[in-house]
């Protein structure tokens, strides 16, 4: 299992050929409370770099990227029925979705949990 | 992630409203280049205030997060520094006459100590700033807005030469508010739940003179407090050290105002909307209807006459997801109606809500529309405001 992360403060855990996507910490901290949760529905397929969910804050809307390529399996329906667990759990029970990954070797791109966590002290 | 749309204030979308866009003398160009800092800066940051540019100052949009805060304000006292807010002293022979000129209140039937909600106007009715204005004897406290405070003071030295304007920049402005602000002030300031809403007087407190009027811009019972920049720590770190009380940042302050259905100017409010459109027709009373006499009389009295091209509503959002300023408002066949001026997710109500402009004859409450944000259609329904009822403390009601 590993962990990456974007600098737009996705991670991706990938198990396998199975990727797990949310928002950091780091970004629920920036967003505030969050509000609206729009996940992707099973069978759609994403790029990487394209919009694949929306989160919003009392604040702001913003959309969370595909930080890779693949074919969506599953969106979190516990985010989109309770936004706030974004807000409590982001790297956890707070993921957006999960993809079948097309080509493992767009992961090489991304950062991992220490260069992310190093990267955000910058900001 | 991508951050797509801020809402509530900040310099960006403040600076839409900046006045005067089409003088030659102000212009875009007109906001300062530096941020100003506020007296509290520190103490803001001490609390844990997340500073963000707004209105030329760095000012704390939260501390512990904008619901909690909004909810602590709606429960409790909330404690906000608008001392970016013009704090103006306007004297001189028939200030009340003259200031009727860009004005369109009744300032000579102004009763002394009682703040009147009034309107900067150019001339074409347009609105350059809203205001607080409060007769003290023969001249006049005016509070304006703090984006707009520079143009509004260029703009009163042209048109009113025969007054005299002191911007009072050695004084801040705290706002106390919530149903529990009467009971906190009146432990240091004995004597203040006295004044009626929209009631204002002298009084001191740490060898100090203060201004303070019983109004705000949350819907709730509050105040608002003129105290001298070196005291303002002390009454600040007085007020917070009460357990009734928190301090709360811009965001929290946004989403209060929305709720309470009051304009911001520079979204909801600006040079190209008249008060008509606004629906603040209760800023002008019999008299000044009767007289004109005013910038922009003969456009606002037409349209009081025989009703403006649009109006200020509020709006029911169906479903989650907040629909924000720049949002269209379409008719039920997909024709532009109109467009969104604020909105947001409502901490109390637990529901998005928005506030904008639609074509007079379809802003009657009830009306159901179309909402379009980024490519989405949302169903919603023009709603009264406010969407949380005010709970201002007027003198004689229960």
New interface residues.
Partial sequence: MSLYFTREHEWVRVEGDTATVGISNHAQEALGDIVFAEVPDAGRKVSKGQEAAVVESVKAASDVYAPVSGEVIEGNQAVADDPALVNSDPEGEGWFFKLKLDNPGELDGLMDEGAYRDWIKTL | ????????PTDQTQARGEPFRGDPEGGDGTQPQTLDKLALDSWHRAKGGRMVPFAGYEMP??YE????EHLWTRENAGLFDVSHMGQLFLHGRGVAQAIERIMPGDFQAAKDMKPKYSLLLNEEGGVIDDLMATRRGDDFYVVVNGATKHGDIDYMQRRLSDVAIDHMREQALLALQGPRAADVLDTVIPGIAELGFMEAGPFRAFGHPLWISRSGYTGEDGFEISIPAIAVEQLAEWLVNDERVKPIGL?ARD?LRLEAGLPLYGHDLDDKITPVMAGLNFAINKRRRAEGGFAGAMRILAEIENGPPQLRVGFDVEG???V?EGALVLDGEGNEVGKITSG??S?SLQRPIAMGYVAAHLAETGTALKLEQRGKLFDAKVAAMPFVPHRYHRKGAA
Avoid: K, L, T, Y
């Fill in positions: 992630m991508s951050r797509e749309v801020h809402s509530g949009v939260q997060g904008i619901m909690a965001g989403s989650r997801q907040p924000r947001g997710f901490p």
